[in-house]
């Protein structure tokens, strides 16, 4: 497997552009999916001013290893929101946001939810509403390796 890595200098600028075409969207909250959203998401509140920045965990991988389920646990209290953008680094196999999306309208079904991603692989299930690139393999995103210690590296 190719793997590629992704350094902050190219996710802020990413970021900048995956924010310029969610301003459409209006978002009135955002949902980052714990934990590779997080990052994303809490650029994301900066650039839209927005306090109303949530986590939302999801499990689909152990490492690189797809798991056969997905677990949702920690959906946030999003009953006085109308417009909500939910956001991941990437939507790879897209079987995690389909779940996510499924738990997320069936409890709030009169919210108006939108996706964004940096990354969004050609074959997945699911095509997030607004994303950047495609990848050519793995990312290994800055936040996984530059702050591990060189033995583990």
Same mark, same amino acid.
């Given at each position: 497997?190719?793997?590629?890595? %992704? ?7 990413? &970021?900048? +552009? #995956?924010?310029? +075409? ?7 909250? *955002? /949902?980052? *999916? ?9 650029? =994301?509140?900066? %650039? ?7 986590? =939302? ?9 797809? =798991?056969? &389920? /997905?677990? *949702?646990?920690? *959906? ?5 929101? +109308?417009?909500?953008?939910? /956001? ?29 991603? #940096?990354? +969004? ?9 607004? $994303? ?5 393999? $793995?990312?290994?995103?800055? $936040?996984? /390796?530059? =702050? ?6």
């Amino acid at each position: 497997m190719t793997r590629h890595y %992704y350094g902050f200098e190219a996710f802020l600028a990413d &970021t900048r +552009q #995956l924010a310029e +075409q969610a301003a459409s969207f209006h978002p009135e909250a *955002i /949902v980052a *999916i714990s934990r590779g959203g997080v990052s994303l998401g809490h650029l =994301l509140s900066e %650039y839209f001013d927005l306090r109303t920045l949530y986590t =939302l965990n999801a499990i689909h991988y152990d490492d690189t290893r797809k =798991l056969d &389920t /997905v677990e *949702i646990f920690n *959906i946030p209290d999003l009953h006085t929101a +109308q417009r909500v953008l939910v /956001v991941d680094e990437i939507v790879d196999s897209g079987e995690s946001m389909v779940a996510i999306m499924a738990a997320l309208k069936a409890r709030y079904p009169a919210v108006d939810f939108k996706t964004a991603a #940096l990354f +969004q692989k050609a074959d997945a299930c699911f095509e997030a509403d607004f $994303w950047v690139k495609r990848p050519a393999g $793995w990312i290994d995103f800055f $936040w996984e /390796v530059d =702050l591990k210690p060189e033995s583990n590296k």
